[in-house]
């Protein structure tokens, strides 16, 4: 995996933010390569920065020390090689589910590819999340799984160096969020797209990710830990249950967790 | 017509936003309670033309026995009626500038209410983009909008008067005075309104000034816009009535007026009842207007 191409790469990044009560030092010396391909998931306590570094990496803040680079070039904006899949889907409600990809696709392709072109691409991107039969729905009339495919497909659609994820499946049910993590595995295999994905569940970190980048508390939070998954792709969920892979990494996230939390109250 | 403009709820919900300044939040439609079981269509049809029908048999029962029994000089029923039979069978007569028929008189009146709102749509929904949008813009102008709010439209006819010296542009000038508040508060809400996340998705596609303004800004702000204009447009209507008592010439107010100094009271009650009527098509049209393009309700 390490001999693959350095997509990302985050480089001594610190994140204050001033408040009305002063300054708040979020992230401080975060520090992390993501090669191309590559499944990364960050997990942390809530409130250890990990939705900050992601807006840092899509470019929606602004890092006030260090940098990320995206394949050596300076990251100073968001931009659709970085395109984010909000935890709320974050579709815009007065168009149809068709036209919420089909906005990323014209603004992304503009002049790149004809407008036939773009409706195929449209149409492809909603066939590889399986919502092509609700092309014409709008947001309201859809389900919460299904507005957030809605969601994946119109980052995919933007062709992304980089596809991230911001909690994606935190709002949704059990067996939903089952069924779109088995869905995002597919397409990582299908396209090879780099990942990083913000999360708090553990198994679902496991499940999805190459690596799992575990994040210390805040403030000043960091990377405390970094676990490999070495599992095998492609993954099913039901035969991970007594493997002993799994359930190792499993277990060290846990245990970061964990002594995270205690550490914290002590 | 959709029953919907004769409920009582939309009205008021309206009124509420322009109350108010906070956003409104589209609710959820309010609903009759649950029936214990279900109308067909024939019995739901029946009830909404039955009920109101019974409504109006008794209005015209207790107009008859008050007429008959306290008030003399009040015309009858019958009066009444003979007198619109008369007005509607030849509504577009002209005799010369001051004598024309009714629906010559509704439609300048129609005429004015539209350019005074029309006028105020284009001036309104620009303020009130600057005003959600611009903080300092938003502290600057709204103590002067908080001021003039409250005020009648009406107190504002001289001044049109003393600027125009026509009637004409003077009523215009009243009824753009009138429809201007609500169009700039409702767009202004409609834009604090939309969530960052839209925001959001906008900045990662890169979208410059004028996408974001023509993709995201106008679309999530237009069913406040559309709110506004619904409440301007119903209280133009009110307004123009009043506006043209004062400043004669032709139109339905000024009918209405000229009507009484005719001590035809008949009419004047054919023309309260033609105002309505003409309301309620207004109404409509606008509902109509607003719930096409209201994301925020649409549920199927």
Known sequence: MTD?????????????????????EALRDVALTIHEGEFVSIIGHSGCGKSTLLNLVAGLETATLGGIFLDGILVDGPGPE??????????????????????????????????????????????????????????????????????????????????LLDEPFGALDALTRAQLQDSVMEIHARLGNTVVMITH??????????????????PAAGIGEIHDVALPRPRRRLELGENTDYLAARSAVMRFLTRNRTDKVA | MNSAVLSIVEPEKGLDMAASNTAPVPSPQLR?????????????LLRAVLLPAITFGLVLLGWTIMQAAFVPAFPDVPAVWNKAVEIFSDPFYVYG??????????????????GGFLLAVAVGIPVGFLIGSNKTFEQAWLPLIAILRPVSPLAWLPIGLLIFRAVDPSAIFVIFITSIWPIILNTAAGVKA????????????????????????????????????????????????A?????????????????????????????????????????????FVRRRYDYTSKKE
């Open chain 1, 4 to 24: 693959r191409h350095p997509v990302l790469r985050i480089s001594k990044v610190g994140k204050t933010f001033d408040t009305r009560s002063g300054s708040f």
């Open chain 1, 82 to 163: 970085r395109a984010v899949v909000f935890q709320n889907h974050s579709l815009l409600p007065w168009l149809t589910v068709y036209g919420n990809v089909r906005l990323a696709v014209d603004k992304v392709f503009a002049g790149r590819k004809s407008p036939a072109e773009r409706d195929d691409w449209t149409r492809e991107m909603l066939d590889l999340v399986n919502m092509a039969h609700a092309a014409d729905k709008r947001p309201s009339e859809i389900s919460g799984g299904m507005k957030q495919r809605v969601g994946i497909a119109r980052a995919l659609a933007m062709e992304p160096k980089v596809l």
């Open chain 1, 201 to 218: 569940d553990v198994d679902e970190a496991v499940l999805l990710s190459d690596r799992i980048v575990m994040m210390s508390n805040g």
């Open chain 2, 32 to 44: 009759e309670p649950e029936a214990a079981r279900e109308r067909t269509p024939f019995e739901t």
């Open chain 2, 97 to 114: 500038p001051n004598d024309m028929g009714i629906a010559w008189q509704v439609m300048y009146s129609l005429g004015r209410v539209l």
């Open chain 2, 194 to 241: 939309i969530p960052q996340d839209y925001l959001n998705v906008a900045r990662v596609l890169n979208f410059n000034r004028r996408e974001m303004v023509a993709k995201i800004y106008v679309p999530a702000t237009l069913p406040y816009m559309l709110t506004g204009m619904q409440l301007s447009l119903g209280t133009a209507w009110m307004v123009i009535v």
């Open chain 2, 243 to 287: 506006a043209e008592m004062l400043t004669g010439g032709i139109g339905i107010g000024f009918y209405i007026w000229d009507e009484w100094n005719n001590l035809s009271v008949p009419s004047i009650i054919v023309a309260i009842i033609i105002i309505g009527c003409v309301g309620i098509m207004l109404e409509a049209g606008m509902g």
